[in-house]
């Protein structure tokens, strides 16, 4: 089953580790570089759209500090939009506060503690 799948991350080592692993595993992946980039990409792919049932990408995968706009305010926006928009969080910082925070929704959020090994993050994005 191919997924198309949106990652946020302003590390370019890290960003393209997870695209080949995700390519190679038959994913479509679309790379932004930061949070302001990453909401542009999910607005204008939202526009095709009609239906609030359906979801313009699979899984989010973002990372939390990111430049422009963090992935908590991303999440937050996305979320906004479309509330069962699938977001996996890969993220080294204080989990328990991500999560908490107001306007989360912990039901289509889910956390990736880094570090992680690229398979772990496979499995997860396919669960």
Known sequence: MSLKILVAEDN?????????VLQKNGHRVIVTRDGEE???IYENALSEFDSLDQNPFD???L???MPKK???EVAKEILDK???????????YD???LIKSPGIVPDSVEI?????????MVNRVQA
């Open 82 to 92: 479309r509330p069962n928009q699938r977001i996996i969080f890969a993220s080294a």
């Open 95 to 97: 989990i328990n506060s």
């Open 112 to 120: 990736l503690e880094k570090p992680f090994s690229l398979n772990t």
């Open 59 to 61: 899984v989010i995968l």
């Open 38 to 40: 990453c909401l542009q």
């Open 63 to 65: 990372d939390n500090n």
């Open 70 to 72: 963090s992935g908590v």
């Open 12 to 20: 370019a080592f890290t960003a393209t580790q997870y695209t080949k």
